[in-house]
Every structure is written in structure tokens, then in C-alpha cells.
């Protein structure tokens, strides 16, 4: 089991960790498990998206606007009183992440927790993802059509989240138990090649 407190704690406190990656890789999972082991305050797309529209999403420029709108003044608010903040969502990119991070860089340790699987694991998840209730699949929409166009939007320059001037953490959700396989702080930095 990942002991994520102890990863975060090479930089000072409070922090704003974005778990990104494409659809069905396991964000929802491990941003869970990180905001329950820090209290921090979770912040889901998602979620925030189900919210604001309910079911008759839109995914367009002005959807994204106001998710993300709520998103960054929610996690001012936590941030403020110095709880930590964990970002759920794609965040595939760049000037998204980047406003986030123009945002929230003099108030909080900045982390990217990239999620990464294998596509023909991610393919079955999702498959498997639409027989359960949308509260069950963490209101997602995610279906493999999607993941595909993401994964090719990637590769046309939407720009890997690693490469961001910041401390990020990849892991692999492949395995029973979702394995680190790379870390870029200040003091650490390894890639394991797989």
C-alpha cells in the first residue's frame, strides 16, 4: 500500500495534489485513497461537473469553464485554512493545469499524481465501468471511445503532465495493489522503465 503522507512530506504543507491521467485508469481510486489518508478536501470533475449540470453534461469549452471556476475557489477556500486540497480530473491539458498551478503556487506544495494502465486493462474497466450506477462509477462518463481520442490528443501535443515544472508522482494501477513508477521532487528523482 502506498503511504502517500510520507511521499508528500519532502515539501511543506499544505498541498494541492492533481491525480490526472486518461479515462479508466484509476484516478478516481487513487485520489480517493490519497484525499481519505490526508483529510483533504476532494474536488472530483466529475463530480463537480454532476453538480453543476446533472446528468445532460455538455463536455464543452463552457462546461470546462465553470467546473473548473468551482474547482479552483473550493480549493482556495480548503487551502486557506491550510487543508490540503486533492484535484480529481484528466488535466490532460496543458494550459489547464498550468492555470491551476498559476493559482494555487505561492499558497501550497504542488504535486501531479499521473495514473497510468495498461490499455487493454483500462479497456475492460470500462466496459465493466456502465453496468454499475453512475454515483457507483464516480459519475463518470468514461467509455473507450473516449479514452482513445484522449490517449491520441495526448500524443498530438495536449502535453504529458510530467513534464511540468513541478514534484509528480506516476503510478501504475495495473496490479492488484497500484505500484509507484516514477517520482520527480526536489531531492528524489527515478523512472523506473517498464
Not at 484522449?150 to 513541478?166: F, H, N, V, Y
Request: aromatic share 12%.
Amino acid at each position: 500500500m502506498i503511504r502517500w503522507r510520507e511521499l508528500f512530506e519532502e515539501l511543506p504543507e499544505p498541498w494541492l495534489v492533481m491525480v490526472c491521467g486518461l479515462v479508466g485508469v484509476g484516478k478516481t481510486t487513487i485520489a480517493r485513497q490519497i484525499a481519505r489518508e490526508l483529510r483533504a478536501r476532494y474536488l472530483s470533475t466529475d463530480r463537480v461537473g454532476y453538480r453543476l449540470f446533472g446528468a445532460q453534461r455538455s463536455y464543452d469549452d463552457a462546461y470546462y469553464r465553470r467546473v473548473y471556476e468551482y474547482m479552483i475557489v473550493r480549493a482556495d477556500r480548503a487551502l486557506g485554512k491550510r487543508r490540503h486540497v486533492v484535484l480529481d480530473g484528466t488535466f490532460l491539458r496543458r494550459e489547464i493545469r498550468q492555470r491551476f498551478f498559476a493559482e494555487f503556487r505561492d499558497k501550497a506544495s504542488l504535486w501531479v499524481v499521473y495514473v497510468t494502465c495498461p490499455e487493454e486493462i483500462v479497456r475492460v474497466r470500462l466496459e465493466a465501468r456502465h453496468e454499475k450506477s453512475l454515483r457507483e462509477r464516480g459519475y463518470s462518463d468514461g467509455r473507450y471511445e473516449i479514452y482513445h481520442a484522449m490517449k491520441e490528443k495526448l500524443s498530438d501535443g495536449w502535453g504529458d503532465p510530467r513534464a511540468e515544472e513541478i514534484s509528480w508522482i506516476t503510478v501504475d494501477t495495473a496490479f492488484q495493489e497500484p505500484q509507484i513508477i516514477g517520482v520527480r521532487t526536489q531531492t528524489r528523482n527515478f523512472e523506473l522503465l517498464t
